[in-house]
């Protein structure tokens, strides 16, 4: 079993949906929870980062965090066509050097 | 501008020829590292440095060498390439920990 499991997707929603995304995770060690995004033959961007169980808002994405049930989710609001682009939770247990990536989630948004 | 630069971007060798990519930042960063991605594996660590001289092995070092003789460059050796080590290469820089991880825009390396 993978240390983080990631829907591969694709998901695909029409403009202006609420989007959600999620990963699950089996270390209990894992305190820092971060968010990347992908576009095509483009390296990863940090999109959202965050410390420890709670919620996250920076603009249109929300970042959750359950550590009792070991569940991350990013929320999309309004989505937009140039959301399209794959989705990368990361965690780790020291900081944002050593991180553990889930597989991707594919974004597909239909105009 | 601030960036993380690899080179090449596409890259097709055969068996067994050495091989370098390239990965240089200018941020000044201290802390580098190395990714490969592959479909349904998502990102793991080859080899990550966090100063000039310092190195060590990340999830998948096997048949990789790096080095770290200047801040700014951390280049990845292939001394025998197979095709298992077909993949999307990413170099990565931060500035400290906790900070964001900065990623190049990839190497795509084929092995046959």
């Known amino acids: 079993q993978k240390e983080v499991e990631q829907d591969p997707g694709p998901l695909s929603v029409p403009e202006g949906a609420i989007v959600s995304l999620n990963c699950t995770y089996s270390?209990?060690?894992?305190?820092?929870f971060m968010w990347y995004r992908q576009y095509s033959r483009k390296g990863p961007e940090l999109l959202m980062y965050?410390?420890?169980?709670g919620n996250k808002e920076d603009g249109r994405f929300t970042a959750q965090v359950d550590k009792s049930s070991k569940y991350i989710s990013l929320f999309i609001r309004d989505s937009q066509p140039s959301d399209s682009a794959t989705y990368l939770c990361?965690?780790?247990?020291?900081?944002?050097?050593?991180?553990?990536f889930g597989s991707g989630t594919r974004l597909q948004v239909q105009p | 501008e601030a960036q993380v630069t690899q080179n090449p971007r596409y890259l097709i060798t055969v068996t067994g020829k050495k091989l370098t990519v390239t990965c240089s930042q200018n941020?000044?960063?201290?802390?580098m590292s190395w990714y490969r991605q592959d479909p349904g594996l998502g990102l793991r660590q080859i080899y990550y440095?966090?100063?000039?001289?310092?190195?060590d092995k990340g999830d998948v070092p096997e048949g990789y060498k790096v080095s770290r003789k200047e801040k700014r460059n951390f280049p990845l050796i292939l001394e025998s390439p197979s095709p298992n080590q077909t993949s999307l290469y990413f170099c990565a820089s931060m500035a400290g920990h906790n900070s964001p991880l900065h990623f190049g825009n990839g190497t795509r390396l084929t092995v046959t």
């Open positions: 440095s966090m100063n000039v001289e310092v190195t």
């Open positions: 990361a965690m780790s247990a020291r900081g944002t050097g050593a991180l553990t």
């Open positions: 941020m000044n960063h201290e802390y």
């Open positions: 270390n209990s060690a894992f305190q820092y």
């Open positions: 965050t410390y420890s169980s």
